[in-house]
């Protein structure tokens, strides 16, 4: 079970546990360029974590090391404790680590309820020759899964789109839909790029909101990458800086924004 | 009625029961392309390849035994067996399913990220490849497939016909089986793709690799699934024009006869590679029937390409096929 040490209970009351995911000293190169330099910092049960950071700091590559898409060149990944050995990103999604992406990844041809369905793909065990000669366990599975799915299609206020092609739906609505694929998954740790990209003021509230919900009802552990400093602070919990691959912050909010180095990175500083 | 309007439609029903076959071995190209991208040149070779094993596997022949008998001496050709044809037709799906498997780690899983093109050039290379492994493992003669499907005319088609028209329809019984064995096959498919976990999955890879990754999807088991399916699609395709004009090499020259149907239906749809092997079924048989005798005949061999060069110019994305949008 999690260590529990060290949880505490934040001022609007919810109780933050122990240690899910933990970095120990990460670095990341691509030939010679590196990405990440010597990051460690770690992320709590049912909290919402975020990375920030100006463009270029290595946040997404974090993020990608998180989900397995990149493997780190030194440093180890430790979930729920354990170490993770090297694995690929469908192994790292098996595992209970869902995401969503910086520039949308879904699947435009198919519905929206589609697309949300396959977030449950490793909940269904039933075999490709039982689901054609046993009908009724498969379906008793689908329904199952189906309930789950529709449950988070209304929590995240998309039943109107349900059938609707994914290609079809403007940029805000295809990041709530990417949001609640991930959902579906029921993750111990869920990973959003840049959630607020490219939305505007009323969509970003949404969008917060919904983070803040999905944290609170689901008690859903949240990892989240954004570079505008605003929307962070209020949203999260604890938050790690990143500037040049370098973690140049780590702490609540309030601490983060009272920190030299980070206000130097924002702000700029004179060099002479 | 007149009488060439007789025949005509006798002409046009025998083309829709061509097509049908078109359309079985354009199948396999639409499945492997809308997974993965690849057009799969090797798809032809696959379904001889399906065939020569099936019929290799019924007879009890040893496969590769010109190799053994050359390397050790002796002489053995036979088990001394014949195995059913439905214990051998499973064995055979055994068979395409470990050459997916075989194609996917050898080849494929070596090329992810890769142009089209070279992907491309990869299926030429293992079309080649595997003609070669056939003729090594059953050798290279003209042999006759026989699993039990009915042949010869339809006596029932006959005497319907010559009883309303005066004139019996000649109707190949082959003809309707596939066109039977093709409508259950596409069922099938589009079962497997819309209600099954697997075929969601497939769905989801052909559409987004990362987002596939993101939910726990491994690309590798999904395209080894797929290759095994276009394999089984091969072997239906093999079974029929096997039994219709013997297991021999230029079964795998269907593959050119349904590049015409992709074109039209576009490569991207399954139901436009049914409409377009039946339009070009039709087609050619109608045009050879009507404009062929002014002409010398023959017409059957050019009708489709030229059909095709056609909607290549007006409609390049095929009648089903996504348009192609090049956003700037």
């Not at chain 1, 990440?36 to 975020?50: H, L, P, Q, T, W």
């Not at chain 2, 339809?154 to 309303?164: C, P, R």
Request: charged share 20%.
């Amino acid at each position: 079970m999690l260590d529990n040490t060290g949880s505490y209970v934040t001022e609007d009351g919810r109780t933050i546990g122990g240690v899910v995911m933990e970095m120990k000293n990460i670095t990341l190169r691509f030939g010679g360029v590196v990405a990440i330099k010597d990051i460690s910092f770690d992320i709590r049960e049912g909290e919402i974590r975020a990375i920030i950071g100006p463009n270029g700091a290595g946040k997404s590559s974090m993020l990608n090391v998180i989900s397995g898409f990149y493997v780190p060149q030194e440093g180890e990944v430790l979930f729920h404790g354990k170490k993770r050995p090297p694995m690929k990103p469908f192994e790292v999604a098996r595992q209970g680590i869902a995401r969503t992406f910086q520039n949308i990844a879904l699947f435009e041809g198919m519905s929206v309820l589609d697309n949300v369905m396959t977030g449950r793909l490793n909940y269904m065990k039933t075999g490709l020759f039982a689901q054609a000669l046993w009908k009724g366990k498969a379906e008793a599975e689908e329904t199952a899964n189906r309930e789950v799915v529709e449950k988070i299609i209304d929590f995240l206020e998309i039943q109107h789109i349900r059938k609707t092609p994914v290609a079809r739906l403007p940029y805000g609505l295809k990041k709530r839909v990417e949001l609640a694929r991930a959902l579906a998954a029921e993750p111990k740790l869920l990973l959003l790029d840049e959630p607020m990209a490219g939305m505007n003021v009323e969509e970003k509230e949404d969008m917060s909101r919904f983070i803040l919900d999905v944290n609170d009802e689901f008690g859903t552990t949240i990892a989240l990458i954004e570079h505008d400093m605003g929307v962070v602070m209020d949203l999260s919990d604890r938050v790690v800086v990143m500037d040049y691959g370098k973690k140049i912050g780590d702490g609540t909010p309030d601490e983060v924004r009272n920190n030299q180095d980070v206000i130097d990175a924002y702000l700029g500083v004179s060099h002479d | 009625m007149p009488e060439q309007l007789i025949f005509a439609m006798e002409v046009t029903l025998n083309g829709l029961m061509a097509g049908v076959l078109y359309a079985l071995v354009a199948l396999g190209f639409v499945l492997i392309y809308k997974a993965s991208g690849i057009f799969n040149y090797a798809q032809g070779v696959m379904a001889l390849f399906a065939a020569m094993t099936l019929v290799g596997i019924m007879q009890g022949q040893v496969p590769f035994s010109h190799l053994i008998n050359a390397v050790f001496g002796g002489h053995i050709t036979h088990f001394g067996w014949t195995v059913p044809s439905f214990v051998a037709i499973a064995l055979t799906v055994g068979v395409m399913v470990l050459l997916a498997w075989l194609v996917q780690v050898l080849v494929m899983k070596h090329l992810v990220g890769q142009e089209p093109i070279i992907l491309f050039m990869a299926t030429i290379g293992l079309a080649y490849f595997l003609e070669g492994v056939a003729d090594l493992m059953w050798g290279s003669e003209i042999k006759t497939l026989d699993v039990g499907l009915p042949q010869g005319i339809n006596l029932w088609i006959d005497e319907t016909t010559f009883n309303i028209f005066g004139y019996g329809f000649f109707i190949d019984n082959l003809d309707i089986v596939a066109t039977v064995i093709a409508a259950l096959l596409v069922a099938g498919l589009v079962c497997f793709a819309q209600y099954t976990k697997q075929g969601r999955a497939m769905r989801a890879v052909a559409d987004d690799h990362q987002a596939a990754l993101s939910v726990g999807i491994s690309l590798n088991f999904i395209w080894v699934l797929v290759w095994s399916v276009a394999g089984f699609v091969a072997l239906v395709a093999g079974i029929v024009w096997g039994t219709k004009s013997g297991v021999q090499f230029s079964l795998s020259l269907i593959a050119l006869k349904a590049l015409p149907v992709l074109m039209l239906g576009g490569f991207t749809s399954i139901p436009g590679a049914i409409v377009g092997g039946l339009i070009i079924g039709v087609g050619e048989k109608l045009f050879e029937f009507a404009i062929g005798p002014m002409v010398g005949g023959a017409t059957e061999n050019w009708f489709a390409y030229v059909l095709a060069l056609i909607f290549l110019v007006f409609r390049p994305q095929g009648l089903f096929g996504e348009k192609i949008i090049e956003r700037v």
